[in-house]
C-alpha cells in the first residue's frame, strides 16, 4: 500500500490520524493522497475499491500503443474526494502525450495541482465565453473550458480545461500544449469503476507524469 500524501502539494505528510485525515506542514489537516509507485493492474484494482463510487475516468477504450501511466485517489471508502488517471502514447503531430483526467469534488486541490494553476477549483475562467471542447460520458456531453496556467510554473507545457459532470469538476491535463487539438475528435470517457473482467485487457506502465 503506498504511503498517504497532501493531495495539494509534494510536501510530506504526518501519519493518517482516526479521523481518516493526514496533517500537512502547508495546508493543515486534508483527506489523504493515495497513489502508488508505479501503475499496475493490482495496483489499480486497489484504487478502484479504495474510490469505492466515486467514478474513475479513462479515455475508453485506449488507442492501440497507448497504457495507463498513473493513477490516484484522495479520501477513502467512508469519503472518497477525488480521483485521477493518466494515460500516455504518441500522436502524428505531437510525438509523446500525457492525457490526465481528474474528477473531484469543489475544494480537494488535487485537479490544480496537476494543472498547475493558481487556485484550488477553476473558478471563474470556465464561466467566460464558449466551451473549448467537450467530451461524453455515457450519454451526456460535457463542456469544458480552457483555465489559465499564466500563474503556474512552464505555463507553455500544458493545455487545461475544466467543466463540471455529475456535480463534480472534470478536469483534463494535456502535455505537451498542442495535444488539446485530441479533444476535437469528440473523445469518449467512461467511468471504469463498472467496467470488471475487460480491464484486465488495460496495459499498464510507463514514465509517469510529472506533477
Known sequence: MPDPGCPRCPTPVAALGADG???CPEHGAVAPLWRP???????FAEHLRRADHFPTYLPWPLSPGWSVTDFAAVGGPERPRATMTC???????DGPVDVVVVAEEAGTGVG???AGTHHDDPGADIAEGPPAVQVRIGSQAVRLWPVSTSRGPGEWDRSV?????AGRWLWIVLRPASAMLLLRDDWILRDVSTVGPPLVELPFGGPRPPW
Request: proline share 4%; no cysteine.
Open 21 to 23: 485525515l493526514v496533517a
Open 37 to 43: 509507485d508505479e501503475p499496475s493492474y493490482d495496483g
Open 87 to 93: 494515460v500516455s502514447g504518441t500522436s502524428e503531430l
Open 112 to 114: 490544480a495541482r496537476i
Open 161 to 165: 480545461v475544466a467543466g463540471e459532470a
